[in-house]
């Protein structure tokens, strides 16, 4: 927060006068068209004084260099990523569901579930078989 204490005039109730309407000083700019301006690279270098050395560029023709496009970062193959912890099933051994563990995650999955485009196949007791772009793996248990 700022307080004006004294002003500019001479009334002295310290009032300001409002602005009369005059004429200002209006200077007209040239107008800047692109391509029609050179950088000047002949100043003196400052930190020895020397006038410098470069030449112009201004008309030296640019080399266009082929693109090189960025290297596809591979996804992580997920079969790699999860471990097969065992499995569970019902009272007479029919339905089983694999627990298999996957990104700090334990997921439940039955045979035909499928996880990050990963299927289960089948399910056994120290291994479960699984799917994954058209190859299948093997995944023991640890």
């Given at each position: 927060?700022?307080?004006?204490?004294?002003?500019?005039?001479?009334?002295?109730?310290?009032?300001?006068?409002?602005?009369?309407?005059?004429?200002?000083?209006?200077?007209?700019?040239?107008?800047?068209?692109?391509?029609?301006?050179?950088?000047?690279?002949?100043?003196?270098?400052?930190?020895?004084?020397?006038?410098?050395?470069?030449?112009?560029?201004?008309?030296?023709?640019?080399?266009r260099s082929a693109i090189i496009?960025?290297?596809?970062?591979?996804?992580?193959?997920?079969?790699?990523?999860?471990?097969?912890?065992?499995?569970?099933?019902?009272?007479?051994?029919?339905?089983?569901?694999?627990?298999?563990?996957?990104?700090?995650?334990?997921?439940?999955?039955?045979?035909?579930?499928?996880?990050?485009?990963?299927?289960?196949?089948?399910?056994?007791?120290?291994?479960?078989?699984?799917?994954y772009k058209g190859k299948t793996r093997r995944l023991k248990t640890?």
């Amino acid at each position: 927060m700022h307080r004006v204490f004294a002003g500019h005039g001479d009334e002295a109730d310290g009032n300001l006068p409002a602005r009369t309407k005059g004429t200002t000083d209006k200077r007209t700019l040239p107008k800047q068209f692109p391509g029609n301006f050179s950088l000047l690279l002949n100043y003196p270098d400052p930190f020895t004084g020397e006038a410098s050395r470069v030449a112009d560029t201004a008309k030296t023709k640019m080399k266009r260099s082929a693109i090189i496009p960025a290297a596809i970062p591979q996804t992580p193959d997920p079969v790699e990523q999860m471990k097969y912890l065992g499995f569970v099933a019902d009272g007479k051994g029919n339905k089983k569901v694999a627990i298999i563990s996957y990104q700090k995650q334990e997921k439940m999955l039955k045979e035909g579930d499928t996880i990050s485009e990963v299927k289960v196949i089948a399910i056994g007791k120290d291994a479960v078989m699984v799917s994954y772009k058209g190859k299948t793996r093997r995944l023991k248990t640890e």
